[in-house]
C-alpha cells in the first residue's frame, strides 16, 4: 500500500497537540498556481540584478533554490543582495486566484492546541495568502523566513529555531509540507509527517527533487486533499 492510499485515522493523530503548516502549495493546493507568479518575480529579480536573458536567469534561480533551499539564499550568499528588497518584489502579486475556504478553515479550527504557519516566505505574503483563504485567524502564530534569519528550511537549524521559539513539543507535533526534503528534520525531532502533493501530480511539473518515492521514510502520509485529510484526523468537526 503506498502511502497516499493509507487513510489516516483518528488515533494516528491523538497525541498531537502542536501543528505546523507550510504555506505555499500546502494551505492551499499546487493547481492554484499562485506560486507561479512568485516564481516569475524572482526570475525578473535574477534577470535583471545579474544582466542575464530569462532563460538563463531562471536555470541560476533553480540552482540557488536546490542548492540553498530558497532563491533568495543563494543570492544573499553569492550577490550580497538585500533580503527585504528581494523579498518585496518577489511576493508583489495578485491574491485573487485564492477564495475563501470555510472547510479548510473549519478543520484548522478543530485541530486540538496550537496551530502554526512556517513558510520560506515573508509573513505578510502569509498573511495576505491566509486572510484570502479565510483561515488567518485559526493560527497562533506565523514563523517567517525573516525570524529563521533568512537560513530557509530544510535546514536542520531553523527548524530548531522554531520549535525553541515557539517552545513546540516536538513528540507533540505535525508538520504539513508540499517538499518531501523539508520534512526530513521535523521526522527526525518525532514529529508526525504529511505531504501534500498536487491531486494530478503525473501531470503537473515539479523537479525530480520535489517529488517523492517509496523510500521516503522521513513522511508518515500523503495526500492530495488537506481539507479532507484532516477531517478524517478530526472526525467531530462542527464548524
Known amino acids: 500500500m503506498s502511502k497516499i492510499d493509507r487513510t489516516p485515522t483518528h488515533s494516528d493523530f491523538s497525541h498531537v497537540t502542536e501543528w505546523v503548516f507550510d504555506l505555499d502549495n500546502t494551505l492551499y493546493p499546487h493547481h ?10 524572482m526570475t525578473a529579480y535574477v534577470s535583471t540584478l545579474l544582466q542575464m536573458e530569462r532563460d538563463e536567469a531562471r536555470k541560476l534561480q533553480k540552482k540557488y533554490y536546490y542548492d540553498h533551499g530558497t532563491t533568495l539564499q543563494g543570492l544573499m550568499i553569492h550577490h550580497g543582495v538585500d533580503p527585504n528588497d528581494f523579498l518585496e518584489k518577489a511576493h508583489a502579486i495578485d491574491y485573487s486566484s ?11 479550527k478543530a485541530l486540538p492546541g496550537r496551530k502554526f504557519i512556517f513558510t520560506n516566505g ?3 505574503h502569509a498573511e495576505m495568502a491566509a486572510g484570502a483563504l479565510g483561515i488567518l485567524d485559526h493560527f497562533d502564530d506565523i514563523f517567517d523566513i525573516v525570524a529563521a534569519e533568512f537560513v530557509p528550511k530544510p535546514a536542520q537549524q531553523t527548524y530548531d529555531k522554531f520549535t525553541q521559539l ?4 516536538t513528540q507533540k507535533a505535525a508538520m504539513f ?4 526534503r523539508n520534512l526530513i528534520a521535523p521526522k527526525a525531532l ?5 505531504l501534500l502533493v498536487p491531486n494530478n501530480l503525473e501531470d503537473t511539473v515539479v523537479e525530480w527533487w520535489e517529488k517523492t518515492s517509496g523510500e521516503d521514510d522521513h513522511i508518515d502520509f500523503v495526500t ?11 472526525p467531530n468537526i462542527t464548524g
Not at 492554484?32 to 518575480?41: E, G, M, P, S
Not at 509540507?177 to 518531501?180: A, M, N
Not at 486533499?225 to 477531517?231: I, N, P, Q, V
Open 32 to 41: 492554484v498556481n499562485l506560486f507561479a507568479q512568485i516564481d516569475k518575480n
Open 98 to 108: 485564492l477564495t475563501a475556504q470555510p472547510e479548510l478553515g473549519a478543520a484548522i
Open 122 to 124: 515573508s509573513v505578510k
Open 166 to 169: 515557539q517552545r513546540v513539543e
Open 177 to 180: 509540507e508540499d517538499l518531501p
Open 190 to 194: 518525532g514529529m508526525q509527517t504529511v
Open 224 to 234: 492530495d486533499d488537506l481539507t479532507d485529510f484532516l477531517g478524517k484526523i478530526t
